[in-house]
C-alpha cells in the first residue's frame, strides 16, 4: 500500500528562509523543471547598462531558442511585465541570430495580469509561468505550471482565413515585381518534380501552395523588389544548415516558432543551386506529408 503525504504549500514571499536567489540557483542547476524543454542556462545575473540585472538567460542547444528568465515571488506586477520585456528587448537586438522569448515566473499570476499581456502575446513572445513551494516534511518542492504560452504564428492556411485575404498574381507583382514573382514560377517547377499537381496559391501575406485545391504549404514565397524570400517548413538541424552553408544560399533566420527557415534568393543563386535546392524542397514536402 502506497502512503500519502500531504504537501503544504509556502509562501516564499513571507517565507524567512526562501527568496528570488534561491529559485534562481534552483532553475540554474536544472532548467528542465520549467517545462519549457532541455535547456542551458547561458548566464544568470546578467547585467544591462541602466536596466539590472537579467535574472537568468537559457538557451535551447538544438534550436537556438534564447528565453529571457525574469522571477518574482508573490503577485506578477507592472514593474515585472515592464522588466521582461526591456531585457528582452535588449537581447534580440543584441544577438539577432537567436530566436527570443521572454519569460515570466511569479507565485501568483491573476487574471488582470493575463488581460494585459496577452495584449503583446503575437507582437512579443511572452510565456507567464506560475511556481508553488510545497513543502513535504523538511523538504521544499518547485510546481512550475506554464500558464500563458506565447502565441504561435505560423503560415496562415485556415480556408476562412484564405478566403477572406484574396490575392492573385498581379497583387505580388506590384507589391514584388514581375520579375521576383517569376522566381516563384521556378521555384514551383522544381516542387513539380515532386508532385506535378502542385499550385500556387495566392494571398495577402505570401504565395503559398495548393495540393488538389487544399493549401500545402511545406513551402512559402515573398516576392520581393529584387528578390525572393523563400520559406522551407524544416526541422533545423545541422544536415540542412551544411547544405544551406555549401551552397552558398543567403539564410535570413530560422524561425523555431514557425519551424521554417527563411531563405534570400535572386535568380542567379536559384539557376546555381537547383540541385541544393531540390534536395531541400524533397525534405520539406516529406516533412510535410502525414
Not at 75 to 82: Q, V, W
Request: hydrophobic share 40%; no cysteine; charged share 30%.
Amino acid at each position: 500500500m502506497i502512503d500519502y503525504v500531504k504537501p503544504e504549500r509556502i509562501s516564499m514571499r513571507l517565507h524567512p528562509d526562501l527568496n528570488e536567489k534561491w529559485v534562481q540557483e534552483t532553475i540554474a542547476a536544472d532548467p528542465s523543471v520549467l517545462g519549457l524543454g532541455d535547456l542551458v542556462l547561458r548566464d544568470k545575473e546578467r547585467i544591462h547598462p541602466r536596466a539590472g540585472r537579467l535574472d537568468l538567460l537559457l538557451q535551447d542547444p538544438d534550436s537556438k531558442r534564447r528565453y529571457e528568465v525574469e522571477i518574482q515571488l508573490g503577485s506578477t506586477d507592472e514593474a515585472h511585465i515592464i522588466r521582461a520585456i526591456e531585457y528582452w528587448d535588449i537581447e534580440r537586438k543584441r544577438y539577432p541570430q537567436y530566436d527570443h522569448a521572454a519569460v515570466l515566473i511569479a507565485e501568483d499570476i491573476t487574471s488582470r495580469f493575463l488581460n494585459v499581456v496577452s495584449l503583446f502575446n503575437g507582437t512579443i513572445p511572452l510565456i507567464a509561468i506560475q511556481m508553488q513551494a510545497l513543502k513535504v516534511g523538511d523538504k521544499i518542492a518547485l510546481i512550475f505550471t506554464t500558464v500563458m504560452d506565447e502565441l504561435t504564428r505560423g503560415l496562415v492556411e485556415d480556408d476562412e482565413i484564405e478566403q477572406a485575404t484574396p490575392a492573385d498574381r498581379g497583387y505580388w507583382e506590384k507589391r514584388g515585381s514581375p520579375k521576383t514573382v517569376k522566381l516563384a514560377d521556378e521555384l514551383l517547377g522544381i516542387a513539380r518534380e515532386i508532385d506535378p499537381s502542385l499550385e500556387l496559391n495566392y494571398n495577402k501575406y505570401y504565395i503559398g501552395i495548393a495540393k488538389s485545391g487544399q493549401p500545402f504549404n511545406f513551402v512559402a514565397f515573398r516576392p520581393r523588389k529584387t528578390t525572393l524570400n523563400l520559406e522551407l517548413k524544416l526541422p533545423r538541424t545541422d544536415d540542412v544548415d551544411s547544405q544551406l552553408d555549401e551552397a552558398g544560399i543567403e539564410t535570413l533566420e530560422y524561425s523555431t516558432r514557425f519551424g521554417s527557415y527563411r531563405l534570400s534568393l535572386t535568380g542567379d543563386a536559384i539557376a546555381k543551386n537547383v540541385d541544393a535546392l531540390r534536395r531541400l524542397t524533397k525534405m520539406a514536402y516529406e516533412n510535410r506529408m502525414p
